[in-house]
């Protein structure tokens, strides 16, 4: 069971900060309504020392968070927070749930600064607002990072102006006036509610303020561990998301799809007779295969299997591991510096096709008519979607709407409004709401996959010291189709060149080297072949640091250290150093261990934050060759404690939970999670046989630290722990058999399952063992 070792309260040995006043708007509405004016500080690089430093590189200038946060600043000020009547407060928040609780995080941070009970903080999800612009993407673990200072700031005028109006109608100085729990007081023992309040406050025109916030070492929420406000509704079956939607009319619909990726519809043989079948009340063609709309899903998979398609080719017919592979080695990037007067390592590491696999697959809910269109789906960049959506239909945008619902999972996936387009263009064949779902086997096969690459590594050292580090990293092109959120760089990034443009971007952006080791180039280089791509969790990091950390151990080993006292002695940063000791420490790293099992560690910092990881893991025959049902048991990993340092953790319950997710990403990565392509398609067709990470992998003992805030500003967390615990995982299984692994995950060599067929592309309805399906 994991166990969270809890910190002091936030701020304590926080570097203090300035209380600034910030600007934001009183707008013009019936009850007070407010909103931010977003002018943040970013933080400074940290500086290196040691006996050859390596020179900042661009992440620790001006990483991937906080451009996104840049580009979210223009429009900041057009989010806002409105007290109602009733006493709550309503804030419906341009980033997407999809599991990262990002609602619980944002409601802390509004009952923080208003002083409200949570219970009276009500978030909900904006619908697509093309007139945030960059403000409405979800990614790169930044929702915090950017929404942190605007709705804190929001939040204080509003109790500001709550104050001025008690104050004014008890004519009263403001300052004399106290709020608690949505209460206002006097010295007198006069009381007013928020709600009470929120017709007289509110503003006849919008206008410009400023506001203080309140200090950390005032927080009472924020830092304190805080259960999800979603909780109930998720365990109790509440909780609602696109497929328990009720739209009039919307009927299951689910696409029958071709035998390799993007292939093309020749001809339907029986369309007459599917189109005949029990509730089928539409079959038409689309660009991805046959829709199919029926009174039950039961009924769409009999109609998807009896269908007989005349397919025609697709993007990637010829393509295999094996020939994807031969061609990221032929496009490799060479390494440059060669080993003069210096002992070498090379080495070169495979890592496999990986699904962005999450529990809910694509779907959507759509209602096109010849006017308007209305759009219900899980969606991280929804603009995008609005605007493609308008454009595929020849629809002005404000006549296409588009609500974002909270998604079952995410990993990069929902990035892309795949299901939405899909749903729309049906809808609009068919002329009627579909309700789209997508089969497991089509998440599987036709489904956006974090591509395979290839990472070469060339260490030159001498007398103790790391002279150079080279990292070569080629991959498949990874599709950021989406953009920044919006429809210009998201038209930009389909360029022939745009993509590469991306690309190099958010691998220059987010690739960085925390070790003092000489001369460092990390470059990127993309074969462009047409799969279905994506971002997936941490996106370059989990492979590229993969790769680093492994050499890290094979440098200690060469220069006869410990690994934990060569990490120790390389790196640059005190704060990284900090949480490396804490996981050693509470890891108990050093420890004897039986042959065939053994201890990893390894670190990451990104976003602003730093994860370290300690696994143990063992590989003995009697471990590895265990039976298990439909499956490959391996190496199992017997013991996790990961230590974060988020700078500030606003819910450090939400971050334990976060990090779990994280360690259990990793081992995934490491031992089992992958695709295996053959002849154009993945043999994976369900979570039968697409291995993520099972009962028998994960460590029956996983502990979590959330350290105490450092920098006094939130850093990202949501994917923070992935890349240091697949490292940490390989690291562990290159001690326990005494050989450095260069093929991930370990498994895939083994193919433990009979592929499903791909005609038909779903397996036969599931029935209850009576005569109907359902």
Same mark, same amino acid.
């Given at each position: ?8 309260? +936030? ?119 093309? %007139? ?109 998301? @696109? ?8 009927? $299951? ?24 079948? +029990? ?79 999450? &529990? ?35 629809? +002005?945008? #404000? ?25 729309? %263009? ?6 009627? #709401? ?42 498949? @092109? ?5 953009? &920044? ?38 470059? &990127? ?6 799969? !279905? ?45 900090? *949480? ?23 670190? !990451? ?15 003995? $025959? ?14 199992? *990993?017997?013991?996790?404690?990961? *230590? ?39 043999? %994976? ?17 996983? %502990? ?46 083994? &193919? ?19 005569? !109907?399906?359902?």
């Amino acid at each position: 069971m994991a166990h969270q070792r809890r910190s002091p309260a +936030p701020g304590d040995g926080a570097p203090a900060l300035e209380r600034r006043r910030f600007l934001g708007y009183l707008l013009a509405a019936p009850t007070l309504a407010v909103a931010a004016k977003l002018g943040g500080d970013l933080a400074a690089p940290a500086p290196a020392g040691a006996a050859i430093p390596t020179l900042p590189g661009p992440a620790d200038v001006l990483d991937l968070g906080d451009a996104l946060t840049l580009a979210a600043m223009p429009t900041s000020g057009l989010i806002a927070i409105q007290v109602n009547r009733d006493d709550t407060v309503s804030f419906a928040v341009p980033r997407a749930e999809v599991g990262q609780g990002i609602t619980t995080t944002v409601a802390m941070l509004i009952a923080e600064e208003m002083d409200l009970p949570l219970s009276k903080v009500g978030v909900n999800l904006a619908d697509a607002r093309p %007139e945030l612009v960059f403000n409405q993407l979800t990614g790169g673990s930044n929702s915090v990072r950017s929404l942190y200072q605007p709705v804190r700031t929001a939040a204080a005028i509003a109790r500001a102006r709550l104050l001025a109006t008690a104050a004014a109608q008890w004519k009263v100085d403001a300052a004399t006036l106290t709020a608690r729990d949505g209460v206002i007081r006097s010295a007198s023992g006069r009381t007013a509610t928020y709600g009470s309040l929120a017709e007289a406050a509110a503003a006849a025109r919008t206008e410009e303020v400023s506001a203080t916030l309140k200090k950390t070492s005032e927080f009472r929420i924020i830092g304190t561990p805080t259960t999800r406000i979603d909780a109930l509704d998720a365990v109790t079956g509440r909780k609602r998301f @696109t497929m328990d939607l009720q739209v009039p009319g919307a009927k $299951p619909t689910m696409v029958c799809r071709p035998p390799t990726i993007n292939g093309t519809v020749r001809s339907v043989a029986n369309l007459a007779e599917v189109k005949a079948m +029990p509730g089928v009340t539409d079959v038409v063609t689309v660009s991805s295969g046959v829709a199919v709309r029926a009174d039950t899903f039961g009924q769409c998979i009999d109609a998807v299997r009896a269908l007989k398609v005349d397919w025609g080719p697709g993007t990637v017919d010829g393509e295999s591991d094996a020939t994807v592979e031969a061609k990221l080695r032929a496009a490799a990037l060479p390494l440059a510096v060669p080993p003069v007067l210096t002992q070498s390592i090379d080495a070169e590491f495979v890592f496999a096709f990986a699904s962005n696999s999450a &529990l809910e697959t694509n779907c959507a809910i759509a209602d096109v008519r010849a006017d308007r269109a209305e759009i219900w789906s899980g969606l991280k960049s929804p603009i995008v979607t609005q605007e493609k959506v308008a454009a595929m239909l020849g629809l +002005p945008i #404000p006549a296409v709407k588009v609500h974002v619902v909270t998604g079952g999972g995410s990993f990069g996936r929902k990035l892309f409004g795949d299901a939405a387009l899909e749903a729309a %263009e049906i809808s609009k064949k068919m002329g009627k #709401p579909v309700k789209l779902m997508w089969h497991r086997a089509d998440d599987a096969r036709h489904g956006r996959t974090h591509p395979m690459c290839l990472s070469r590594v060339r260490v030159n050292h001498a007398l103790g010291n790391v002279v150079s580090y080279e990292q070569r990293h080629t991959s498949v @092109t990874t599709d950021f189709g989406h953009g &920044l959120g919006e429809i210009l760089t998201a038209v930009a990034a389909k360029l022939p060149v745009g993509d590469i443009g991306f690309s190099q971007t958010v691998f220059m952006l987010s690739t960085s080297m925390p070790y003092n080791f000489g001369a460092t180039t990390q470059l &990127l280089n993309e074969v462009p072949l047409k799969f !279905h791509t994506a971002s997936m969790r941490n996106v370059y990091s989990p492979n590229v640091v993969c790769a680093r950390e492994l050499i890290v151990d094979q440098l200690a080993a060469k220069m006869g250290q410990d690994p934990l006292t060569f990490r120790r002695n390389f790196l640059k940063d005190d704060r990284i150093r900090k *949480v490396l000791d804490k996981v050693a420490e509470v890891g108990n790293w050093g420890r004897k261990m039986p042959a065939g099992t053994a201890q990893g560690i390894a670190l !990451h910092h990104e976003y602003k934050s730093v994860s370290a990881v300690l696994m143990e893991i063992d590989c003995r $025959p009697e471990t590895v060759n265990r039976k298990v049902r439909n499956g490959v048991a391996g190496p199992r *990993v017997t013991k996790a404690v990961a *230590v974060v340092d988020a700078g500030l953790p606003i819910n450090p319950k939400g971050l334990e939970a976060q990090t779990i997710g994280c360690v259990n990403d990793g081992i995934a990565l490491a031992l089992t999670s992958s695709l295996h392509i053959d002849k154009g398609l993945p043999l %994976e067709a369900s979570w039968d046989n697409y291995f993520y990470t099972r009962q028998w992998n994960t460590p029956p003992e996983i %502990e979590v630290v959330v350290l105490p805030a450092t920098t006094g500003e939130p850093g990202g967390a949501g994917e923070l722990a992935v890349a240091s615990s697949f490292a940490a995982a390989a690291c562990a299984y290159g001690r326990a058999v005494g050989k450095m692994p260069t093929r991930f995950p370990i498994n895939h060599g083994t &193919l433990s399952f009979e592929p499903k067929p791909k005609v038909p592309p779903v397996p036969e309805s599931p029935v209850d063992g009576l005569a !109907h399906t359902f």
